[in-house]
């Protein structure tokens, strides 16, 4: 089983920057690829980013070149930095671990963090 624990979110002006952070435990061996999604009030929640544990990275289109995904697998550590940011950045950002197919590693298919709350005001 993993565990998900993301922080590092917060209030900030428009324009201002967010890191945020996802600290994962439990049997992270199992981890595959890692990704940040986000649910605003009424909304579905969406991706924002995600990164192979070859560190290739995907974003959403629209977010592309504010947002940078990385991870550091040694420390167990997915970051999302954030610039620029907008008031439609407000919403609850997820922390997001797909499980490897080995047989080793039993569970759910993808794991999530609690959400860290984002709000960026005008």
């Known amino acids: 089983q993993v565990q998900l624990v993301e922080s590092g979110g917060g209030s900030v002006q428009t324009g201002g920057s967010l890191r945020l952070s996802c600290t994962a435990s439990g049997d992270t061996f199992c981890i595959a690829a890692m990704g940040w999604y986000r649910q605003a009030p009424g909304r579905e929640r969406e991706l924002v980013a995600r990164?192979?544990?070859?560190?290739?990275?995907n974003y959403s289109e629209s977010l592309k070149g504010r947002f940078t995904i990385s991870r550091d697998n040694a420390k167990n550590t997915l970051w999302l930095q954030m610039n620029s940011l907008k008031p439609e950045d407000t919403a609850v950002y997820y922390c997001?671990?797909?499980?490897?197919?080995?047989?080793?590693?039993?569970?759910?298919?993808?794991?999530w963090g609690q959400g860290t709350q984002v709000t960026v005001s005008s």
């Open positions: 997001n671990a797909d499980r490897i197919f080995l047989k080793t590693c039993s569970g759910p298919y993808n794991y």
């Open positions: 990164i192979t544990s070859l560190d290739v990275a």
